[in-house]
């Protein structure tokens, strides 16, 4: 099946700096990625729809100008987590669809 | 919106014993639903999928049941092995459409 990565997998951060994700579909184009975020034994909640070449769209609650997302080509969506504080501490998922949705193995966010 | 779970059931079953996961789904216009397991700290994989055409479906080991009347979508593992050991999400989602609603989950333990 298709391939979807994200980097880093794990990152530790100061509260009030900015952390970026990337997400990459490693072998098919991807017009549309998304983000997920994930709390303790909790569901997935989607965050925003990133669409390539366009903004994203996020879903409602989500602040757009803290979590900022740019997919600047087919294969690649960055979410940047600016001034992030110790709520913002998560499991951040990205997906995107080929046939079918596939997802990324995640992004562990904990901010001291 | 999203389905936001508050708690995380647990099924626990023995090993090589059948496992019976259920779901509850939202959206009576919903036409796609898809089964994940998700490992701890990895991101969701794709088990299983029906379109609402049908209502079994069967692939190695699981089979998916959907029974549209009353909005339930369940999740059979044939032989529950301990590797089966996960979370499990059902997503509801409209054809043509990106958005996937996540449900609860349900942590499925296999005891030796």
């Known amino acids: 099946g298709a391939v979807v990565s994200q980097h880093p997998s794990w990152v530790i951060c100061k509260s009030g700096t900015s952390v970026k994700i990337e997400c990459r579909s490693l072998?098919?184009?991807?017009?549309?990625m998304f983000w997920y975020r994930q709390f303790p034994k909790q569901s997935l909640m989607l965050m925003a729809t990133?669409?390539?070449?366009?903004?994203?769209?996020?879903e409602q609650g989500v602040e757009k100008d803290k979590f900022l997302i740019n997919h600047a080509s087919l294969t690649l969506s960055t979410l940047t987590v600016t001034s992030a504080h110790p709520e913002d501490s998560s499991f951040y998922i990205c997906?995107?669809?080929?046939?079918?949705?596939?997802f990324g193995p995640g992004t562990r966010l904990t901010v001291t | 919106g999203e389905s936001v779970g508050l708690h995380l059931p647990t099924l626990s079953v023995q090993e090589g014993d059948n496992s019976i996961i259920n779901c509850a789904y939202s959206n009576s216009a919903s036409d796609y639903f898809i089964w994940y397991k998700q490992e701890s700290g990895k991101g969701p994989q794709f088990i299983i999928d029906?379109?609402?055409?049908?209502d079994k479906r069967q692939g190695q080991r699981v089979t998916v049941l959907l029974n549209k009347t009353v909005k339930h979508l369940s999740l059979q593992i044939a032989a529950t092995q301990p590797g089966d050991s996960a979370v499990y999400f059902c997503a509801e989602n409209i054809l043509g459409t990106y958005k996937y609603i996540f449900g609860t989950g349900t942590r499925l333990k296999v005891l030796a």
């Open positions: 029906i379109r609402s055409n049908m």
């Open positions: 072998d098919f184009q991807a017009t549309t």
């Open positions: 997906s995107a669809a080929d046939r079918q949705k596939y």
């Open positions: 990133s669409n390539e070449g366009s903004k994203a769209t996020y």
